[in-house]
């Protein structure tokens, strides 16, 4: 029987991966433009650098290395991604944001899997 922590976990997975899809449909239907201040992206885009530094840095107890280093992967990725948009070109805006929705799917989709094959 998983306990609270494991399925809260599996909740937060969940999470990541229904985010994921949405940020990833979102991208794919709708022109994606620029909010009026761009610098709130590259700040967004630094905090999700900055949350999976730490998240590597400093595991949370109970959680196998592998899962660790998704989760910790996946932030840095979709900060670097979310940090890149207001400074590409506009017409690449919708790709990159694309690519963060697949990256947070896919950090679900891992998460899931892990939890499955811990039971």
Same mark, same amino acid.
């Given at each position: /029987?998983?306990?609270?922590?494991? #399925?809260?976990? #599996?909740?937060?997975? +969940?999470i !990541?991966?229904?985010l994921?899809g949405l @940020? !990833? #449909?979102?991208? &794919?239907?709708?022109?994606? /433009?620029l909010p009026?201040?761009?610098?709130?992206?590259?700040?967004? =885009?630094? !905090?999700? @650098?900055? %949350?999976?530094a730490? $998240? %590597? &840095?400093?595991?949370e107890?109970g959680i196998?290395?592998?899962? /660790?280093t998704?989760?910790?992967?996946?932030? +840095?990725? &979709?900060?670097?991604? +979310?940090? $890149? @948009?207001?400074?590409?070109?506009l017409?690449?805006a919708? &790709?990159l944001?694309? *690519?963060?929705?697949c +990256?947070l799917v896919?950090? =679900?989709? *891992? =998460? @899931?899997f =892990? !939890?499955?094959?811990?039971?």
């Amino acid at each position: /029987m998983p306990k609270a922590i494991d #399925l809260f976990r #599996l909740i937060n997975e +969940v999470i !990541f991966l229904l985010l994921g899809g949405l @940020i !990833f #449909l979102l991208a &794919v239907t709708r022109p994606v /433009m620029l909010p009026a201040r761009p610098m709130a992206l590259v700040l967004l =885009g630094v !905090f999700l @650098i900055y %949350w999976g530094a730490r $998240a %590597w &840095v400093k595991p949370e107890p109970g959680i196998a290395k592998a899962q /660790m280093t998704a989760r910790a992967v996946s932030l +840095v990725l &979709v900060g670097s991604l +979310v940090a $890149a @948009i207001p400074v590409l070109p506009l017409r690449d805006a919708g &790709v990159l944001l694309g *690519a963060a929705g697949c +990256v947070l799917v896919l950090r =679900g989709l *891992a =998460g @899931i899997f =892990g !939890f499955l094959k811990a039971l």
